[in-house]
């Protein structure tokens, strides 16, 4: 009764989307909707963390205060979906940087387990366990029959403070040699002073759920710490053989000089020993400068990784990668494990920082990679993104479809495909030089794109040749947006249909997975009832003020029976009849010049669908929100029934 209910309702929501008229409430249906949209909203009864002060993303570095949640990493296998997260529990007077007012986070790691029925869209909670040993969570990788399930953990304690640790580390290299893999904290007071915390792998196999203790505590890692950037990577083959790591490191030397960097390295499995496969390995670093973003990504058709990540240095036409005097630059980069390449990786572009315009200024958010996913056996599809050549006081989104090894850049040119920020719509204006301060709380102005996301839909899997195309409009300083869109694409930036408004969102760096069924799936949290886009938490040690502990689990669902309207892309471009030359990677990219006409109808179609994106928000509560029914008390886990009612919280349908 439950499920007919809901889909009585999806059918009146999509009339109500498509049209007022009569012949339109005859007839509208499910079957000529490209998808659905439906979010479940679950409290957990535990408040998301913060985002660590001085987080540095493509929208910018943060400063003092990200007034964002911290990262979510998610994982699916058939129809359930894992997700990792770090939650609040209270707050500590920071010592380290006294004259910047800060309190310390205090945190704790968990894992949250759910179903996900595709036929309504919805999402059950399994369990939720939260690791007092992790004050932090990265990855989560699971294999495609779910009998392996694996964690990145961060953590201040040693294995022998861990129950059922072992330290993988000194059993594999007790010299410790390798960059990256062992430093010891230094104690404030003392010169260079910094806290080292240790990775862990938390690693569940065959039966045992997630919300059991975990079979394996495997320490991996001796050097997390130093600047928050980068990411913690973790990424499971599909033989369930190895695993593959690249984590954001520190690590000090003589003088008085730390080092910021990142390593790659693989395990092989069984975790229990666990041996260190040097061929898999990548080593440290992942390009020219520090280490901003390290994205992994598994592609089973090639049985090989893809690393993707982001630094504060380029090989711009063999310039140093130096701040001094303007001539600094921001490399994208893009690599293969294994490579049939001696070289590092392959720079797919790279945005200048301080040129005189000041059209370029990552501090600010100007650009840079997003996320990567496999093609199958054609490679992989990255998008990312930066000012648009044509109009450079807007962002745009690049997709980049690359090949099997980063060795095939060497016979054609790796770099992205821009598709024109007027086809994309909303107001996008990128705040140029507009005054900002790091440490107060005044929002810079500008409202440009971005949180570009992709990944595949429907039918396929990997191979599949659909994908869905995220991203946001109206992006405040520090990582803010309250406008979420999405459209289908395909790997050459052609667009399916119109761009959707929906009424949920994505945190910044977080990674959308894949359902058995087609479906993407991500979670996230914001507060108030209005949708994401206010600042999150606070830095004022009050435990409560700005926080959430609802998780809202967005489910967007491919429909087989429709059929998408094409825009075709290519012919968009080159309506004007002429190209711009743009320098991306040191290699010439072509395109873009918006035909008038062809341009003017994106606009009014991007205005329409903001237009009915306000018609959505604005109407009575009662019409759109299907709120969760009061949760039990929470615990350290929290079960849940295999049947759940009343969790969905909003149902969108699109033609």
Aim: with cysteine.
């Amino acid at each position: 009764m439950t499920r007919l209910l809901l889909l009585v309702f999806l059918a009146l929501t999509l009339v109500r989307r498509c049209d007022s008229s009569a012949e339109a409430h005859k007839t509208a249906s499910i079957s000529n909707a490209a998808f659905t949209v439906v979010t479940t909203k679950i409290d957990l009864g535990a408040n998301f963390a913060m985002e660590r002060p001085w987080k540095w993303r493509v929208s910018g570095l943060t400063g003092v205060h990200s007034k964002t949640v911290r990262r979510m990493q998610s994982a699916s296998c058939g129809d359930k979906l894992f997700v990792a997260f770090t939650a609040h529990k209270s707050w500590s007077p920071n010592q380290e940087f006294p004259d910047q007012n800060l309190f310390d986070e205090n945190t704790v790691g968990h894992i949250a387990e759910y179903n996900i029925d595709p036929s309504i869209g919805m999402a059950t909670l399994v369990s939720d366990q939260a690791f007092g040993y992790c004050n932090e969570m990265g990855d989560v990788t699971v294999s495609t029959d779910c009998t392996v399930r694996a964690v990145l953990c961060r953590s201040s304690l040693e294995p022998n403070e861990i129950e059922g640790a072992t330290d993988w580390m000194d059993a594999t290299d007790p010299n410790r040699s390798h960059f990256g893999w062992y430093q010891t904290s230094i104690p404030l007071g003392q010169p260079k002073a910094r806290t080292i915390d240790q990775a862990y792998i938390l690693e569940w196999t065959g039966e045992n759920a997630v919300a059991s203790p975990p079979d394996n505590i495997v320490l991996i890692s001796h050097s997390l710490g130093g600047w928050n950037y980068g990411h913690y990577a973790l990424s499971l083959n599909a033989q369930k053989t190895t695993y593959s790591v690249d984590l954001k490191t520190t690590i000090t030397s003589e003088g008085d000089t730390w080092h910021e960097g990142s390593t790659g390295f693989a395990i092989d499995r069984p975790l229990s020993p666990g041996v260190w496969n040097p061929e898999l390995s990548s080593g440290w670093g992942c390009g020219a400068g520090h280490t901003m973003g390290n994205r992994l990504t598994y592609n089973a058709g090639l049985d090989k990784w893809a690393r993707y990540c982001w630094a504060d240095g380029c090989n711009e036409l063999g310039k140093p990668s130096t701040f001094a005097d303007g001539q600094g630059c921001f490399g994208t980069f893009f690599s293969t494990i294994p490579k049939n390449d001696p070289a590092q990786s392959r720079q797919l572009m790279w945005l200048k920082y301080g040129d005189p315009d000041g059209l370029f200024d990552p501090w600010r958010g100007s650009g840079g990679p997003a996320n990567l996913v496999s093609r199958g056996a054609d490679g992989f599809l990255a998008v990312a993104v930066r000012p648009d050549p044509s109009a450079p006081s807007k962002l745009t989104i690049g997709l980049a479809a690359l090949s099997a090894d980063q060795a095939d850049c060497n016979n054609s040119p790796c770099g992205f495909k821009w598709l024109p920020a007027s086809a994309l719509g909303g107001d996008n204006f990128y705040y140029l030089d507009i005054p900002h301060d790091y440490y107060d709380n005044t929002p810079a102005e500008g409202n440009p794109l971005g949180f570009a996301s992709v990944q595949h839909i429907g039918s396929g899997g990997e191979e599949g040749k659909r994908f869905l195309l995220g991203f946001a409009d109206g992006v405040k300083f520090r990582g803010m947006s309250s406008n979420y869109y999405v459209v289908e694409v395909d790997e050459n930036g052609n667009l399916y249909g119109d761009v959707m408004p929906i009424d949920s969102g994505w945190g910044e760096e977080d990674e959308w997975a894949q359902t058995a069924s087609g479906c993407v799936v991500f979670p996230f949290t914001w507060t108030g009832d209005e949708g994401p886009g206010k600042a999150y938490g606070n830095i004022n040690g009050d435990d409560d003020e700005g926080f959430s502990s609802i998780m809202h689990v967005t489910v967007i669902c491919p429909n087989s029976d429709s059929q998408p309207k094409t825009f075709d892309m290519a012919s968009f471009l080159t309506a004007g009849g002429n190209t711009i030359t743009v320098e991306d990677g040191g290699n010439d990219s072509t395109g873009i010049i918006v035909g008038a006409i062809v341009g003017g109808a994106v606009v009014l179609i991007a205005a329409a669908g903001i237009g009915a994106r306000k018609w959505w928000m604005n109407r009575p509560v009662s019409e759109r929100d299907f709120d969760a029914q009061p949760l039990s008390p929470p615990k350290v886990v929290v079960e849940r029934s295999p049947v759940f009612e009343g969790q969905v919280s909003r149902v969108q349908s699109y033609v």
